[in-house]
């Protein structure tokens, strides 16, 4: 039987290829181009004229933010133009020169939030401004229930900026080579997932992070005092490294531990007592850092801790006391990993073990399955870990393990 005609799609205008797709699929595509060129694709034909006001991102970069800055209403649509569309994501990614130019980039934060953007991203640097690279926002607080995650990058903060309580929806915050010399905390009721990475903090005093419904923390390399971690009930995994990009910090063992504050002191806890309830937690520490040494002193009970991953910071013969307190202080830890690096990051031999709670310690967790100990080089100062780890009736396999690595390396040594 002869078929009935095809039917065919409707022709695209001439030169006009993107005219089978629908407005939010381009509108998705503009919002991955700097602000400008985005709004200027208005003049490409009368499809176009407005179809940049609904784009969902909007990233306004070194090649398109204005020289000076203007005003807010000149840089992004208005509330009104968008027809009321919020904005998924906004990114500020530029240079401040002038000092003048401050207040206008901080009315476009205000703006863009008034926009109901649910992620914001902001890398403003200060490099041509001799007191430094940060870039200072306003001391006053953010207010949007719209709001999930925020990322700060090069910024000074204030007391007033890191109080969120207006903020209800935000769930992740991430703040890079932040400055907090002039704030006393953080402080959110919402925020579940937190890094605080390469940061500069006060000098004289302590600030608190208080954030107690955190799931998730990553703090990193903090200068000068190392913050205070409040309570967190809920916290799941925690990973805290500190001077490992030889940062200059006030908490090295040749300072003093004066200008202790928000009510801290000598006999309480700086970050041990906040990380108390993670189930994951990693520790690294330089050598010269005595804070997480000086928490031990007043350890809490890790009592759902069941995986722990620490460096050779916490392996100090010959008593081994802080290694020893962490075990002891662990009830239902069933991993542990311990890293022991000559040089480098990268590890060439993993030792394997086990624990027998039949024969063991009564202080250390009955759970405990997993030992791992990564090393570059089996020498001296690994050996006397594996010795004090059986003492504790952990390594009985190990050793075996051990001695077949040992051997293993030696002869590829030779072997070059």
Known sequence: MPEGPVAKKPASPAGDPFAA????????????????????????????????EGMPGLRITAANAPEPPCAPDDLVSSGELRDGAPLDSCEFLFDVREDADVPHVNLWIR????????????????????????????NLPLVSRHLRRLELYDTELNDSFLDFSGCPGLEELVIYNGGFERAKRISSKSVKR????????????????????LISLQLEDPWDRTPVLGSMPLLVAASVRLGTGSITSLDWC??????????????KSVLLNGLSEAKSLVL?????????????????????????????????PPDFRELACLLEHSPVLEKLTIQIFSKGPEHKVEINGSYSPMEGSA????????IEVKCEVVDEGVLKVLDFLQTLNIGYLTMSICLALYISAFCDHICK
């Open 21 to 52: 797709l629908p407005d939010a699929i381009l509108q998705h595509i503009l919002s991955f181009l700097p602000a400008q060129p985005a709004v200027r694709t208005c003049v490409l034909a009368r499809r176009w004229r407005r179809l940049w």
């Open 111 to 138: 703006h863009v939030i008034r926009c109901q953007v649910r992620r914001l991203k902001l890398s403003i640097t200060r490099e041509d401004d001799p007191s430094g690279i940060c870039f200072h926002v306003d």
């Open 194 to 213: 937190l890094s605080v990475l390469d940061c500069s903090f006060n000098e004289r005093r302590r600030t608190l992070i208080d954030v107690p419904s």
């Open 254 to 267: 040749y300072s003093s531990d004066s200008g202790i504050a928000n009510g801290t002191s000598k006999n």
């Open 284 to 316: 690294i520490a330089e050598s010269r850092k005595f804070i997480l040494k000086r928490d031990v002193k007043c350890c809490p009970i890790f009592t759902k801790l069941k995986t722990l991953l620490i460096n050779d910071y916490w392996c100090v």
């Open 363 to 370: 202080a250390i967790s009955e759970n405990l399955r997993i």
